[in-house]
Nanobody
Framework: QVQLVESGGGLVQAGGSLRLSCAASGRASSGYTMAWFRQAPGKEREFVCA???????GYADSVKGRFTISRDNAKNTAYLQMNSLKPEDTAVYYC???????????????WGQGTQVTVSS
């Protein structure tokens, strides 16, 4: 089992920045790809970005150039730096983990509880 705990959400004005963290713990929590998904009210959960254990990354087109995912393997923690935030980025952001790679929610075995990000116009 892998436990994931997100932190860092909040309210920010359009154009502002936020940094989310996802701390992983539990047996065999190393070696996993860690990802961020988001879900806005009335919409399906969507892929935002992911990073492999070795640092390979992938991003949704909607966040490329604005969001940066990183990780500190010694701390078993992943980060999401969000810049130039837009009102349409408003959603609950979830951290997820999987062995391998994926961009679809069903591919991920472990999930955090989510953290709210609200961007005001």
């Amino acid at each position: 089992q892998v436990q994931l705990v997100e932190s860092g959400g909040g309210l920010v004005q359009a154009g502002g920045s936020l940094r989310l963290s996802c701390a992983a713990s539990g047996r065999a929590s190393s070696g996993y790809t860690m990802a961020w998904f988001r879900q806005a009210p009335g919409k399906e959960r969507e892929f935002v970005c992911a990073i492999t254990w070795s640092g390979g990354t992938g991003y949704a087109d909607s966040v490329k150039g604005r969001f940066t995912i990183s990780r500190d393997n010694a701390k078993n923690t992943a980060y999401l730096q969000m810049n130039s935030l837009k009102p349409e980025d408003t959603a609950v952001y979830y951290c997820a983990a999987v062995r391998g790679w994926g961009t679809i929610p069903s591919e991920y075995a472990y999930w955090g509880q989510g953290t709210q990000v609200t961007v005001s116009s």
